[in-house]
């Protein structure tokens, strides 16, 4: 039985017609990739008829103010201040200037868990021969890590404590209001990779007191590869001196003076060299689509389908790796296959798309997708199933 929405106030089809993948596909993909919008390709043309006709002086005025623009939109997403963002290619780009401003001496230790993307990790483990000692807080179950655990390994040593908001191998989220508490009862600071959250839930890095956070356009905002985010809280920025850091990091970056170096306020002095500015102009764009539906009308929208592949897996026996809650999950839903690439493979040859992971097939609904949709996928892996393809 197909259930309809449960929020009418919002015109979902509107938004979906966006989106040309869904002429042609069923894209269950966002959390490896957003699909691209009418919007987005629309201002990467925009980029390039500005590049065609001004040339380099197209930097004074439209593209140095689409970075600020970009910033400002980016902030207005996650509860901060424009000048607490700072923008990169990548987030291993980010979490490279976050780790230079700090040596690691007094406070050595990094502490994170066995559930993060494997760039959060390796930032760590190539400077264990330079003294930093990583401790792994391992998952009871796979799908998440209590904050318990993370209070019981940070200590009067530990730096950072290092976490996902969305753990992108099951999809739960994490508590991050606890996990800055645990950081900052022992002195140490919290950074939270964000890149599988941003664009789906709602977030106020303010009220959850963390120091860091990465995010980026690939995903949930819908601006793919090129530009990612760097929140650093204020007061945090203005007390550190990171050493990898570009022209961008100067508080007068067009003085061009290379006698003195004069870092810039908040979380600029984090920046590097000069971006990418038609991912720039395609961030932008896929954030102002997530900002105008609204992240409080995108989360409700997610848990209505969430629920739905949760309950028909079920009902096929699928048995879905979820929490006890489903609001406790974010738009990543996985089953457990024995042959997952086999699975998305067979899935891509009847025009569906999903991802897998070792061990499990990833589906991740978007405000674009649709009720009908989440069964037909699930129905379409039990088919598998009885075909011996699963």
Same mark, same amino acid.
């Given at each position: 039985?197909?259930?309809?929405?449960?929020?009418?106030?919002?015109? @979902?089809?509107?938004?979906?017609?966006?989106?040309?993948?869904?002429?042609?596909?069923?894209?269950?993909?966002?959390?490896?990739?957003?699909?691209?919008?009418?919007?987005?390709?629309?201002?990467?043309?925009?980029?390039?008829?500005? @590049?065609?006709?001004?040339?380099?002086?197209? @930097?004074?005025?439209?593209?140095?103010?689409?970075?600020?623009?970009?910033?400002?939109? /980016?902030?207005?997403?996650?509860?901060?201040?424009?000048?607490?963002?700072?923008?990169?290619?990548?987030?291993?780009?980010?979490?490279?200037?976050?780790?230079?401003?700090?040596?690691?001496?007094?406070?050595?230790?990094?502490?994170?868990?066995?559930?993060?993307?494997?760039?959060?990790? #390796?930032?760590?483990?190539?400077?264990?021969?330079?003294?930093?000692?990583?401790?792994? /807080?391992?998952?009871?179950?796979?799908?998440?890590?209590?904050?318990?655990? #993370?209070?019981?390994?940070?200590?009067?040593?530990?730096?950072?404590?290092?976490?996902?908001?969305?753990?992108?191998?099951?999809?739960?989220?994490?508590?991050?209001?606890?996990?800055?508490?645990?950081?900052?009862?022992?002195?140490?600071?919290?950074?939270?990779?964000?890149?599988?959250?941003?664009?789906?839930?709602?977030?106020?890095?303010?009220?959850?007191?963390?120091?860091?956070?990465?995010?980026?356009?690939?995903?949930?905002?819908?601006?793919?590869?090129?530009?990612?985010?760097? #929140?650093?809280?204020?007061?945090?920025?203005?007390?550190?001196?990171?050493?990898? /850091?570009?022209?961008?990091?100067?508080?007068?970056?067009?003085?061009?003076?290379?006698?003195?170096?004069?870092?810039?306020?908040?979380?600029?002095?984090?920046?590097?060299?000069?971006?990418?500015?038609?991912?720039?102009?395609?961030?932008?764009?896929?954030?102002?689509?997530?900002?105008?539906?609204?992240?409080?009308?995108?989360?409700?929208?997610?848990?209505?389908?969430?629920?739905?592949?949760?309950?028909?897996?079920?009902?096929?026996?699928?048995?879905?790796?979820?929490?006890?809650?489903?609001?406790?999950?974010?738009?990543?839903?996985?089953?457990?296959?024995?042959?997952?690439?086999?699975?998305?493979?067979?899935?891509?040859?009847?025009?569906?798309?999903?991802?897998?992971?070792?061990?499990?097939?990833?589906?991740?609904?978007?405000? #674009?997708?649709?009720?009908?949709?989440?069964?037909?996928?699930?129905?379409?892996?039990?088919?598998?199933?009885?075909?011996?393809?699963?």
């Amino acid at each position: 039985m197909v259930r309809t929405s449960l929020d009418p106030t919002v015109a @979902w089809d509107r938004y979906r017609s966006e989106f040309p993948i869904f002429q042609s596909k069923t894209y269950f993909n966002t959390c490896s990739l957003g699909a691209l919008s009418t919007r987005v390709t629309a201002a990467v043309r925009q980029f390039t008829d500005l @590049w065609e006709a001004n040339g380099a002086a197209a @930097w004074y005025g439209p593209w140095l103010g689409e970075i600020e623009r970009l910033r400002a939109r /980016v902030a207005s997403l996650l509860g901060a201040s424009a000048d607490e963002i700072a923008l990169f290619p990548s987030i291993t780009a980010a979490l490279s200037a976050v780790a230079s401003a700090f040596d690691g001496v007094r406070r050595p230790k990094i502490v994170l868990s066995d559930l993060e993307f494997p760039t959060t990790v #390796y930032q760590w483990r190539a400077k264990e021969s330079r003294g930093i000692t990583v401790e792994m /807080v391992r998952s009871p179950d796979t799908l998440s890590v209590p904050p318990e655990r #993370y209070a019981h390994a940070v200590d009067d040593r530990t730096q950072l404590l290092v976490a996902s908001h969305v753990y992108f191998t099951s999809g739960v989220i994490q508590d991050i209001t606890a996990l800055a508490h645990i950081a900052h009862d022992r002195g140490a600071y919290c950074l939270i990779d964000a890149y599988q959250a941003t664009g789906q839930l709602p977030t106020d890095v303010h009220a959850a007191g963390v120091d860091f956070l990465v995010t980026g356009g690939l995903k949930w905002l819908l601006g793919g590869p090129g530009v990612a985010y760097l #929140y650093v809280r204020r007061e945090v920025a203005q007390s550190l001196q990171p050493t990898a /850091v570009g022209w961008f990091a100067h508080r007068n970056q067009f003085a061009f003076d290379i006698q003195h170096f004069e870092y810039a306020d908040g979380a600029r002095r984090f920046e590097g060299g000069t971006p990418a500015v038609a991912a720039i102009y395609a961030g932008r764009a896929g954030a102002d689509l997530v900002a105008e539906i609204g992240l409080s009308q995108i989360r409700r929208r997610q848990v209505e389908l969430v629920s739905l592949i949760v309950d028909e897996a079920r009902r096929r026996g699928l048995h879905p790796r979820v929490p006890r809650r489903v609001e406790d999950l974010a738009g990543i839903v996985t089953i457990p296959r024995a042959d997952p690439a086999g699975v998305v493979k067979a899935l891509a040859q009847r025009n569906i798309i999903v991802d897998f992971r070792p061990g499990i097939v990833r589906l991740s609904p978007y405000f #674009y997708n649709t009720p009908e949709e989440c069964e037909r996928i699930v129905a379409g892996i039990a088919q598998l199933e009885t075909e011996g393809l699963a």
